[in-house]
T-cell receptor, first 113, second 111 residues
């Protein structure tokens, strides 16, 4: 089955700097890669996703890149702000039908003022 | 956020007792899921449903059963709770072509 590895487990950056979180997956059939943000005590919420037919997707300060050949994808956050502090999870699945998401272990991102 | 709810939000129970968690969605989503979240493991899929009375196992299904008698409700049952099932449980729902939307979570403690 699918296995998703996420690094680093913790990341601390200065406000205004960029943050990068990386994930690798094992199943070449996976074609859907969402990123979820979870604030303390809250539910996970989707911040961006990418499908395997594109290599990069941007939404304001957030971008995701996908390398299908190497089976890895990354989340990039630019101009970080205190409200970006949270735990971020990557996941992988097949988009059609029941999306049996396999999640990475999570990255706790701390933005230092 | 109001489209998917979970009950109870917190529960403390004793080893060996049965426990049922409820997930309710008002989005008419076909697919529903139960995950557990533990430190260092991210979220792991327990069971999922692809329609009324249609369910299947996820990666950590041992000790859990589910039922879906209506589109809007998905129940997770621990037949005989164990301390290893202490966790935060999230349900989610989806159309199947887009993102999964998560409920607020249930914190379960098994003593």
């Amino acid at each position: 089955g699918e296995n998703v590895e996420q690094h680093p487990s913790t990341l601390s950056v200065q406000e205004g700097d960029s943050a990068v979180i990386k994930c690798t997956y094992s199943d070449s059939a996976s074609n859907y890669f969402p990123w979820y943000k979870q604030e303390l005590g809250k539910r996970p919420q989707l911040i961006i996703d990418i499908r395997s037919n594109v290599g990069e997707k941007k939404d304001q300060r957030i971008a995701v890149t996908l390398n299908k050949t190497a089976k890895h994808f990354s989340l990039h956050i630019t101009e970080t702000q205190p409200e970006d502090s949270a735990v971020y999870f990557c996941a992988a699945s097949i988009i059609q039908g029941a999306q049996k998401l396999v999640f990475g272990q999570g990255t706790r991102l701390t933005i230092n003022p | 956020d109001a489209g998917i709810t979970q009950s109870p939000r917190h529960k403390v129970t004793e080893t060996g007792t049965p426990v049922t968690l409820r997930c309710h969605q008002t989005e008419n989503h076909r697919y529903m899921y139960w995950y557990r979240q533990d430190p260092g493991h991210g979220l792991r899929l327990i069971h999922y449903s692809y329609g009324v009375k249609d369910t299947d196992k996820g990666e950590v299904s041992d000790g859990y059963s589910v039922s879906r008698s209506k589109t809007e409700d998905f129940l997770l049952t621990l037949e005989s709770a164990t301390s290893s099932q202490t966790s935060v449980y999230f349900c989610a729902s989806a159309t199947g072509l887009h993102e999964q939307f998560f409920g607020p979570g249930t914190r379960l403690t098994v003593l």
